[in-house]
């Protein structure tokens, strides 16, 4: 098992931007597929983005793509989510996911940790 700890949301405006940052102890993060998801208010749980353990493969949810980007840096372990262009629909509790495989998924039921989330919120 992994801990996963996001930060850096917030409150923004709409049109501008925050990096989310999730920090991974337990498990050699390099092993790890990483992800994030969201859930908006009253709203079900969405995919957002996700990145292979090495970084060269990313997808991206239909909503954030060309707004969002993922990336990692193993020697930190940490992987992070830089959010801009940021909309009202925005607007959701972030969560930062890792599975012990190769590949990332866009499902959830795939990740077998989970952070706590981090809120962000963007005003109109």
């Known amino acids: 098992q992994v801990q996963l700890v996001e930060s850096g949301g917030g409150l923004v405006q709409a049109g501008g931007s925050l990096r989310l940052s999730c920090a991974a102890s337990?498990?050699?993060?390099?092993?790890?597929?990483m992800g994030w998801f969201r859930q908006g208010p009253g709203k079900e749980r969405e995919f957002v983005a996700a990145?292979?353990?090495?970084?060269?493969?990313?997808y991206y949810g239909d909503s954030v793509k060309g707004r969002f980007t993922i990336t990692r840096d193993n020697g930190k372990n940490t992987v992070f989510l830089q959010m801009n262009s940021l909309k009202p629909e925005d607007t959701a509790v972030y969560y930062c996911?890792?599975?012990?495989?190769?590949?990332?998924?866009?499902?959830?039921?795939?990740?077998?940790?989970w952070g706590q989330g981090t809120q962000v919120t963007v005003s109109s």
């Open positions: 996911t890792g599975r012990g495989a190769s590949y990332p998924s866009r499902v959830g039921y795939e990740y077998d940790s």
């Open positions: 337990g498990r050699t993060f390099s092993s790890l597929a």
């Open positions: 990145i292979s353990r090495n970084g060269g493969l990313t």
